[in-house]
C-alpha cells in the first residue's frame, strides 16, 4: 500500500485566497466604475436645462409656440464656408425678415456664438461674422410680420 507524501498534498484555499480574490473583485469593479465616471462627465459638459422645474411649467407654452413655428413652414439649411461664415439658404422666409442664431457647440467645450444673417444678391442669407471651426448646433429665431420662428439645425 502506497502511502501520500507530504510533497504531493494539494495546496489548501485558505482565507488568504479568499481576501485575494475579494479584493481583486472588488478593485476592477471600482476602477471601471471610475473610468465611466471619467469618460461621461469629460464628454458632456452641457446642460440641458438650468432649473426642470421652471422648464416643467413652461412646457405647454413652449408646445404652443412651436406648433406656431410650424405653421409658418421655413425650411433653413446652414452651411459653413471655407471662409467661417454660415450661409442658409431658406424657403418661405420673406425677404424683410431678421434672422439671428446662436451657435452652440455640442459637448459644451466652447463658449456660444451669437450670429446675425443678412440677405445676399443670391438669395442667400450670410452671417456678419465668422463662425470658429468645428461641431456646431445653430438655434435660429426668425421675425418677420409680426411672427417668430424657431427651429435648430446641425451645422455640418
Known sequence: MMSKSPSAAKPRFTGKHMTAILVGGFGVVVAVNMLMATLA???FGGVVVENSYVASQNFNEWLD???QS???DYAVS????ADGRVTLTTEGVPAGSQVTAI???PLGHMPDEA???VLTSDGTWASTRP???GRWTLRFDIKANGTQWRGERPLP
Open 65 to 67: 409656440r412651436a406648433e
Open 41 to 43: 462627465t469629460s464628454s
Open 131 to 133: 463662425l470658429p471651426e
Open 70 to 72: 410650424e405653421a409658418l
Open 115 to 117: 450670429l446675425t444673417f
Open 78 to 81: 446652414p452651411v459653413h464656408r
Open 103 to 105: 451657435a452652440r457647440h
